[in-house]
C-alpha cells in the first residue's frame, strides 16, 4: 500500500484546500494518508525565505493571487474567505494537531482549517483555541508540554532536510509535489487519476483566446505545446501576444529573473517541476546552457510569423537552440522553410517593434503578473500553465465568481 504524508500548515490556505481533497485522491488509490502539521514560518525562515512572502509582491501579483485562491476553492466546490485577523500565529494549533492522537488528527485538522478559514476564527489565540480542543476530548495544556514542542521543531526540520520550502507538500515515495494545484501528480504517483487538470467544466465556448508570452519563460514552452490544441477543441480563435517579460516585470516591480530570486530549495524544486509538467504533457523539454534568453528578436519574428511561434519555443527548450543568436536563428528558420534573413531584417521595422510595445502596454493593462498568461473572451485572466484547466473551464463557460 502506497503512502501520501501530507505537510501542512493551518496558516496557509492552499494547504486548507489541499486538505479538501487529499483523503478522496488517497482513498481512490488505496493508499494510506498520513497527515504531518509543521510550522511553516520556522520552514521558511529554515531556507532563506521570508515569514509572509507575499509582503514584497507587486500590486498586479496580489490581485491575481487573491483571485486563484478563490478560483482554486471554487473549483473544490469549498468555502474560503480570508479572514480578517489574517495573518495569525499558528504555532500552538500545529502544536495541539501534534498533541491530538493520530485517530483524531485529521478530524481536529478539518476543524481548525474551519475555524479559522471559513468562520474567520482568531486561532492564534488560546481563547479561541480552547473549546476546539474540548470538542475532541482535549487539554489545551497538551500543548505546552517540552516534548510536543520539541516534535513541532523536529517535523519542520525533517520537512526541510526533505527539500521542502512550503506547503503543502505532499511526499509519495521518494518524491515530493508543492501546492495545491499539482494534486494530479500526487494522485498519479499514488495510483490512481482521480483527478485530471484536463477535465472540462460545461458551458459555452467564448470566441477568443488571448497567449501572452515570451520566450525566455520555460513555462510559457509548456504552455505553447498545448495552447493551439486547447484552441481548437473549443472552437475559440487564437491570438497570440508576444511581449517583453523583463519590461513588465520592471514596470510591476518584480525581479527581472525571479528564479534568481528564489531561495535554493525553491529553485531545485522549480526546475523539477518543469520537468514533471513535461512529462504530464508528453513533451520533450530541456534546460538550455544560455539562461537567460535574449528574446527580443526572437519576438519580433514571432510577430511577423505567428505560426513561428512553437517552433522558437522547441528550439530553445527542447532542442537547445540559442535562439537569442542571431545566426543561430536564422539557420533555425531556413531550416523550418522561412526566409530567416527577411525576418531578421524585419525585426527592425518600427511597426514590428512598436507592436511588440503596444502588447507589452496591454499585458501592464491588463493586471497580467507574468508569462504564460491567458485571457478568455477579452474578460477572464488566468496565469500559468498550470492553470490551463481553468483556461478550457472558462471557454467552456465557466465564469469564475472572483472575477
Known amino acids: 500500500m502506497p503512502t501520501v504524508r501530507f505537510f501542512y500548515d493551518i496558516a496557509c490556505p492552499y494547504a486548507y484546500l489541499a486538505s479538501t481533497q487529499i483523503e478522496a485522491i488517497c482513498t481512490a488509490a488505496g493508499a494510506e494518508l498520513e497527515w504531518k502539521p509543521i510550522l511553516l514560518g520556522g520552514l521558511y525562515r529554515s531556507v532563506g525565505g521570508k515569514d509572509h512572502p507575499a509582503q514584497s509582491w507587486p500590486s498586479a501579483k496580489i490581485l491575481h493571487n487573491e483571485r486563484d485562491m478563490a478560483r482554486q476553492a471554487e ?33 481536529l485538522t478539518h476543524r481548525l482549517y474551519q475555524a479559522y ?133 520592471k514596470a510591476i516591480g518584480t525581479p527581472i529573473v525571479p528564479l534568481f530570486e528564489m531561495n535554493p530549495a525553491r529553485q531545485a524544486y522549480q526546475k523539477r517541476d518543469l520537468f514533471d509538467w513535461a512529462k504530464w504533457w508528453k513533451v520533450d523539454f530541456r534546460f538550455p546552457e544560455t539562461f537567460p534568453l535574449r528574446t527580443v528578436a526572437p519576438l519580433r519574428v514571432a510577430l511577423q510569423a505567428p505560426e513561428c511561434t512553437p517552433i522558437l519555443y522547441r528550439a530553445a527548450w527542447a532542442e537547445g537552440i540559442n535562439i537569442g ?33 503596444e502588447n507589452t502596454q496591454a499585458a501592464i493593462e491588463n493586471e497580467v503578473c507574468g508569462v504564460p498568461s491567458f485571457i478568455v473572451n477579452d474578460t477572464t485572466l488566468f496565469w500559468g500553465q498550470d492553470r490551463l484547466a481553468m483556461v478550457q473551464a472558462a471557454l467552456e463557460g465557466w465564469r469564475p465568481r472572483a472575477g
Open 325 to 357: 543568436d542571431p545566426d543561430a536563428l536564422v539557420a533555425l528558420l531556413n531550416r523550418e522553410g522561412f526566409d530567416g534573413q527577411a525576418l531578421l531584417e524585419g525585426t527592425q521595422d518600427p511597426a514590428i517593434k512598436a507592436k511588440l510595445f
Open 117 to 249: 478559514w471559513v468562520e474567520g476564527q482568531a486561532i492564534g489565540q488560546r481563547e479561541v483555541l480552547e473549546p476546539i480542543a474540548s470538542e475532541f476530548g482535549m487539554e489545551l495544556s497538551a500543548i505546552d508540554d517540552p516534548g510536543i514542542k520539541e516534535a513541532l521543531i523536529q517535523a519542520t526540520e525533517e520537512a526541510k532536510d526533505l527539500g521542502m520550502f512550503g506547503v503543502p507538500s505532499m511526499q509519495v515515495g521518494d518524491t515530493f509535489y508543492w501546492g495545491a494545484d499539482r494534486l494530479h501528480f500526487v494522485a498519479r504517483d499514488a495510483g490512481c487519476e482521480a483527478l485530471d487538470p484536463e477535465d472540462p467544466y460545461p458551458a459555452d465556448a467564448p470566441p477568443t483566446l488571448d497567449f501572452f508570452h515570451d520566450f525566455s519563460s520555460p513555462f510559457s514552452y509548456l504552455a505553447s505545446t498545448q495552447i493551439e490544441r486547447i484552441a481548437k477543441a473549443h472552437g475559440a480563435k487564437l491570438r497570440y501576444r508576444p511581449i517583453l517579460l523583463g519590461a513588465l516585470f
Open 75 to 107: 473549483c473544490f466546490g469549498v468555502t474560503l474567505q480570508r479572514p480578517d485577523c489574517y495573518p495569525q500565529r499558528t504555532v500552538e494549533a500545529q502544536r495541539l494537531l501534534l498533541a491530538a492522537p493520530l485517530s483524531i488528527r485529521p478530524q
